[in-house]
């Protein structure tokens, strides 16, 4: 018997602890869908793709730094999702399954990829330019000056392909899309320690490679 | 004292600096395409084997997972030089008969070398009473000819002879 374990349903928000949160009343729960979509209810899989597309998207489009690769990812994991519905036992919620399926996907596919890095960026949104964090930085006198956003996105993008895959993702996780350290845990199949280690070296790394912007 | 708050510092640029990851956008009305493409899918494409999806989890694991990769790696190493080992003990004394190798064998004509010549001969096997009756009964065979003359070269030829004068003069129009 599946145990009720639902999550919030505002797509693209940062997920964090706070994702085990119950539905509005007017709202179907994930598990609910989830067993509709289980008896080959398309409608209640629609709705659940809606739901964690975006999270999932990010999280690939910032693995890969392309966002056809990203695209082509986001399609097969929620169809491999869907096939693999019959198996899910509501062990863990279905976001958290759904990116473990998200990450091994990608996994693979940037083992297959290897070192060729392709990156195809999406633009940067109008708020970009309004963001306090990014005003001061690009304010100040550095060498990040005479830089504009779109070039400094493109560094910062080159700065995280460089780093392993495991790396990578836990800092996509927590630096950008703001889940927990328990969260990735799940996630990853590791231990809160293990997230915690690897965060903390995948910054160290990235200060190293990004130092003259961030004096 | 002062590398600690540098530390700390670049910390929070850092920060600042991946902050620039969430405002990066995918065209409008992506999300809105997303599902439809999915549930399309979903509907027109066959399902995969299983086999494809248990190789995929598993290579998936292999790389968050060292000290499974090592295990693995090592299993796939030790049961690779427990195979070999086993093969070289249960098929040498075959390898060390195999006619090919054997002192005298076509492909082996260095035990010819005290007459300077290649044993042609060697190359057809000894013809018995079975092979025989077995070839003639059959009107197209594989097996090869039996002749005592060597075999002609490709160079040994009289068209190799035959030599003629090519002319790159030009011809005036």
């Known amino acids: 018997m599946i145990t009720e374990n639902v999550s919030i349903t505002i797509p693209g928000q940062a997920a964090t602890s706070q994702l085990e949160k119950p539905h509005p009343t007017d709202t179907p729960s994930d598990l609910s869908l989830v067993n509709k979509a289980q008896n080959e209810d398309l409608a209640a899989y629609d709705e659940l793709v809606r739901r964690y597309q975006e999270r999932i998207y990010a999280t690939l489009y910032h693995m890969t730094s392309n966002h056809e690769d990203a695209n082509d990812l986001t399609q097969e994991t929620f169809i491999k999702a869907y096939r693999a519905l019959k198996s899910f036992k509501g062990d863990s919620s279905f976001y958290t399954w759904v990116y473990r399926i998200a990450v091994n996907k990608t996994i693979n596919f940037l083992k297959q990829r290897k070192n060729k890095l392709n990156m195809s960026l999406n633009d940067l949104d109008f708020n970009a330019e309004h963001d306090p964090d990014l005003v001061s930085l690009i304010s100040e006198k550095t060498p990040r000056r005479s830089l504009g956003l779109a070039e400094l996105q493109e560094k910062l993008n080159e700065a995280l392909q460089k780093l392993s895959e495991p790396h990578r993702l836990v800092v996509t996780l927590h630096d950008v899309q703001g889940l927990a350290h328990e969260e990735i845990g799940k996630i990853m199949n590791c231990n809160v320690g293990t997230v915690r280690s690897r965060l903390f070296y995948a910054r160290q790394q990235l200060q190293a490679t990004l130092s003259d912007y961030l004096k | ?173």
Not at chain 2, 32 to 51: C, F, G, S, Y
Not at chain 2, 78 to 84: K, P, R, W
């Open chain 2, 1 to 173: 004292m002062n590398h600690s708050s540098d530390n700390q510092d670049s910390e929070q640029k850092l920060k600042s600096l991946l902050a620039l990851k969430k405002h990066e956008q995918p065209p409008p009305g992506y999300f809105d395409q997303l599902p439809n493409a999915v549930i399309h899918r979903l509907r027109t494409e066959q399902p995969p084997r299983v086999n494809s999806i248990w190789f995929e989890n598993f290579f998936a694991k292999l790389a968050f997972e060292p000290k499974l990769a090592y295990g693995v790696g090592l299993m796939v190493g030790a049961s690779a030089l427990i195979t070999g080992s086993y093969f070289v003990q249960s098929k040498g004394p075959e390898l060390a008969n195999i006619p090919s190798l054997r002192p005298g064998s076509p492909l082996n004509p260095s035990a010819d070398e005290d007459s300077g010549q290649l044993n042609y001969m060697s190359l057809v096997p000894e013809p018995t009473l079975a092979s025989t009756l077995s070839h003639s009964s059959k009107l197209f065979t594989n097996a090869p000819v039996r002749s005592l003359a060597p075999p002609s070269f490709l160079f040994d030829g009289p068209a190799l002879q035959q030599v003629h004068a090519v002319s790159y003069r030009t011809q005036p129009y």
